[in-house]
């Protein structure tokens, strides 16, 4: 059985279809900080890459059963951890 690690990425990083999980935020104002919290991105939350418009600005994610359009510079600052 092979054993699979986790690595820790920018959200923007992802690629579409894959999935990870929030592990902080960093580099980001606190009043957005505070607006992703608001949106539901908090540590230990699953989030998932739907798509990318077509000039990949913004970026479709799911998180909480819920579609979220939101700016790749945003993700940018949200570490998540993904199995390589």
Known sequence: MIAKKLVAIKANELCVG???VVSKMEGLPIK???RLLDLGITKGV???L???APF???VCI???RY???IRKDLLDGII????R
């Open 32 to 34: 957005t900080k505070m």
């Open 56 to 58: 990949g600005d913004p």
């Open 80 to 83: 998540v951890m993904v199995e």
């Open 67 to 69: 579609k979220l359009c």
């Open 18 to 20: 894959q999935q990870g």
């Open 50 to 52: 739907l798509f990318r």
């Open 46 to 48: 699953s989030l998932r």
């Open 62 to 64: 799911e998180v909480r």
